[in-house]
């Protein structure tokens, strides 16, 4: 229950912390407030856990304010599928490598040498990196697991590389698999080295990692990621923090900042309806934008899955929400239903 924190604690204090080496690191838990110092009066925390247990799926969520938990719900240690989120992870890794020049982003898939089943049109092998992490790369071939926008792609060969956003996993995919070409590194061991050892990941299991897809559609499987609901949190308070975590910088400030950078404003987002919502788009950031915004939701940007996975930064609160619903039991939590429980959490904060 929201604000239910001593039991919560003892819970946490309980759980012994898995090994993710053979010298296993030491693991970083939340820092919980006391009920009176949440900011929810006992009314807010009725109507918000009411509206989650009556009109949500929610299987875990967690509330992040001045970097410390002021509520949780459901099973915040539970490993499942993040769905989509994956591709915001895999941008927060590439910065290490953009820095180093190990990744020159200006790199075409001719470049690269990148070729896929059944072979992509000349024009599609112009796109660069930098057109495959903004979802503008005008390659409209097949991904080895849906879930993406395809179905409204223009016609293959029809846009030029960088002009026009889509949502492909197509992009994600290859993203992903250039990542690892050029770095010699697997997603997994980076996510690991760069992200869960350092930050003291509470729930980190390297052995639940494994990709997935359709190799006879394309040649580039997905990265799907299982995380808990507390390490989602820290993803989301790393990019608060803009890649800096206990004094170290974990993730370049330069790079941090640019991934959660507008490249695509609401006005350009393809198909057509989703002009009508809330977002633009970064480097596989979803980013609050245009007039219709909320009180509170300026400068916010989310890394979103399928069933109800999500992660939203709110920087002008210093605020962080992180959501899951397991796509294991069969349930799933709308986009609407996130935005209104989101909405209900930023007035609480706001008054």
Not at 12 to 36: F, G, H, R
Not at 311 to 335: C, N, W
Not at 340 to 346: A, G, H, Q, S, T
Request: hydrophobic residues 40%; charged residues 20%.
């Amino acid at each position: 229950m929201w604000g239910s924190f001593v039991a919560l604690v003892v819970i946490l204090t309980a759980c012994a912390p898995k090994e993710i080496t053979v010298e296993p690191p030491k693991t970083q838990a939340w820092e919980y407030v006391a009920d009176s110092l949440t900011g929810f009066d006992q009314q807010e925390i009725g109507q918000i856990y009411n509206f989650i247990l009556n009109d949500m799926n929610t299987t875990g969520a967690m509330v992040i304010r001045h970097g410390k938990a002021i509520a949780a719900y459901g099973d915040i240690e539970e490993l499942s599928y993040l769905a989509s989120c994956r591709k915001s992870i895999l941008a927060i890794l590439y910065g290490k490598y953009v820095k180093d020049g190990t990744i020159d982003l200006s790199l075409t898939l001719e470049d690269l040498g990148i070729d896929d089943v059944g072979g992509l049109l000349p024009i599609e092998k112009k796109a660069t990196i930098q057109n495959l992490i903004t979802a503008r790369s005008g390659v409209y071939h097949p991904a080895s697991n849906g879930g993406d926008n395809l179905a409204d792609a223009p016609e293959r060969g029809s846009q030029e590389p960088g002009t026009y956003f889509l949502y492909n996993n197509w992009d994600f995919n290859a993203a992903g698999a250039i990542f690892e070409k050029l770095t010699g590194k697997n997603i997994y061991d980076e996510i690991e080295a760069q992200l869960a050892i350092p930050m003291g990941f509470e729930d980190w299991d390297r052995s639940a990692q494994h990709k997935s897809g359709d190799t006879t559609q394309s040649v580039n499987k997905a990265y799907h990621i299982w995380l808990s609901t507390r390490d989602m949190a820290k993803i989301g308070q790393l990019m608060l923090q803009h890649g800096e975590w206990n004094g170290q910088q974990i993730i370049d400030r330069e790079w941090a900042e640019r991934i959660v950078s507008l490249v695509t404003p609401l006005e350009e987002m393809n198909p057509l309806p989703y002009r009508d919502g809330y977002f633009g788009y970064g480097y596989m950031w979803w980013l609050y934008q245009g007039d219709k915004l909320p009180d509170g939701f300026k400068g916010a940007y989310s890394a979103r899955g399928a069933y109800g996975q999500y992660i939203t930064v709110f920087p002008e609160l210093d605020m962080v929400v992180s959501h899951k619903t397991k796509a294991e039991y069969g349930r799933q939590t709308s986009g609407s239903d996130y935005q209104k429980l989101l909405e209900m959490i930023v007035a609480a904060q706001m008054n």
